[in-house]
């Protein structure tokens, strides 16, 4: 059995980090929320259509006259929603900054409350 010393395997994990850094294959989860207004849009015309782990795009709407922080949530180009205004700062500034982010769907659920109808986790990409 080969042994490495701790330096040995901790220099060969950054070595992979950084090599799976730069295929950009590194996501972070840094957001899991509530999508915020799905009774609003299309949400409720899609449901049965959405899965648990599609993709979602995230848009930002820096004009936004409610929110300068919004980012629209999409599915295959219809708009979902919105990122909690309270939740929405530092994925805003990530894309503001030109940080590769990324969304998905976690859970779906048959819920009366809508705010308890999807959960959505976001990544940023390294």
Avoid: T
Wanted: some cysteine.
């Amino acid at each position: 059995a080969m042994l490495f010393r701790p330096i040995e395997l901790l220099v060969m994990l950054c070595a992979l980090w950084l090599g799976a850094a730069q295929a950009g294959e590194v996501r972070i989860l840094v957001q899991s929320s509530p999508l915020a207004g799905f009774k609003y849009h299309a949400g409720e015309d899609l449901w049965p259509e959405l899965r648990e782990g599609d993709r979602l795009d995230l848009v930002r709407e820096a004009d936004n006259e409610h929110d300068a922080n919004a980012i629209r949530v999409e599915w295959h180009g219809r708009k979902l929603g919105y990122l909690p205004r309270k939740e929405n700062r530092a994925v805003a500034a990530a894309m503001d900054n030109g940080d590769k982010v990324d969304a998905r769907i976690a859970k779906l659920r048959q819920h009366r409350n809508p705010w308890q109808r999807m959960l959505i986790e976001v990544f940023v990409v390294l």
